[in-house]
T-cell receptor, first 109, second 112 residues
Framework: KNEVEQSPQNLTAQEGEFITINCSYS?????LHWLQQHPGGGIVSLFM?????KKHGRLIATINIQEKHSSLHITASHPRDSAVYIC???????????WGAGTKLIIKP | SQTIHQWPATLVQPVGSPLSLECTVE??????LYWYRQAAGRGLQLLFY??????ISSEVPQNLSASRPQDRQFILSSKKLLLSDSGFYLC???????????FGDGTRLSIL
């Protein structure tokens, strides 16, 4: 069983829709990362959070430590939001991040 | 502000040739540095990380090596490339283990 699971694997939506991407993990963590990988391959760190909620523009990330679950929301989605969204959690023992498989999001105009 | 530079963006190399990919970070000191590889359609795999000059930890056995000759320079090398070394290589830095990692633009390596 993967230690970090994301859902859905693929998501296609119309412009303007509210988007939710989920991440569940089975390890104890100090923080969870959300990252965005553009079609060209570049990766951008979106959030790192250890509790509660963080908001940046139209992006909102929430985490429930007790339930070991995090969600990434996109409000008023736009075609430029099309990308792969990845969650990752740090391993306790070293510097390695355990990566989710990613959610490929396509927003159609 | 901090920036990370990685080059080249694209590289095509024959099997058996050597490799050197360079990554440099500006605007911070003593960063943690990482090399990742992403095979086509797959997730990121950590290859090496470094917490200081000359300190390299390898996560997976492989045909590659890494070096950190200066505080903000991280080099990924191979003496003889294999077909299986093809992929998208990303360098990243962080201020600490529990801080966000910031990625370079990546190098797309094709082995022929």
């Amino acid at each position: 069983k993967n230690e970090v699971e994301q859902s859905p694997q693929n998501l296609t939506a119309q412009e303007g829709e509210f988007i939710t991407i989920n991440c569940s993990y089975s390890v104890g963590i100090s923080a969870l990362h959300w990252l965005q990988q553009h079609p060209g391959g570049g990766i951008v760190s979106l959030f790192m959070l250890s509790s509660g909620k963080k908001k940046h523009g139209r992006l909102i990330a929430t985490i429930n430590i007790q339930e070991k679950h995090s969600s990434l929301h996109i409000t008023a989605s736009h075609p430029r939001d099309s990308a792969v969204y990845i969650c990752a959690v740090p391993m306790d023992s070293n510097y390695q991040l355990i990566w989710g498989a990613g959610t490929k999001l396509i927003i159609k105009p | 502000s901090q920036t990370i530079h990685q080059w080249p963006a694209t590289l095509v190399q024959p099997v058996g040739s050597p490799l050197s990919l360079e990554c440099t970070v500006e605007g911070t000191s003593n960063p943690n540095l990482y090399w990742y590889r992403q095979a086509a359609g797959r997730g990121l795999q950590l290859l090496f990380y470094s917490v200081g000059i000359g300190q390299i930890s390898s996560e997976v056995p492989q045909n590659l090596s890494a070096s950190r000759p200066q505080d903000r320079q991280f080099i990924l090398s191979s003496k003889k490339l294999l077909l299986s070394d093809s992929g998208f290589y990303l360098c990243a830095w962080s201020g600490d283990r529990d801080q966000p990692q910031h990625f370079g633009d990546g190098t797309r390596l094709s082995i022929l």
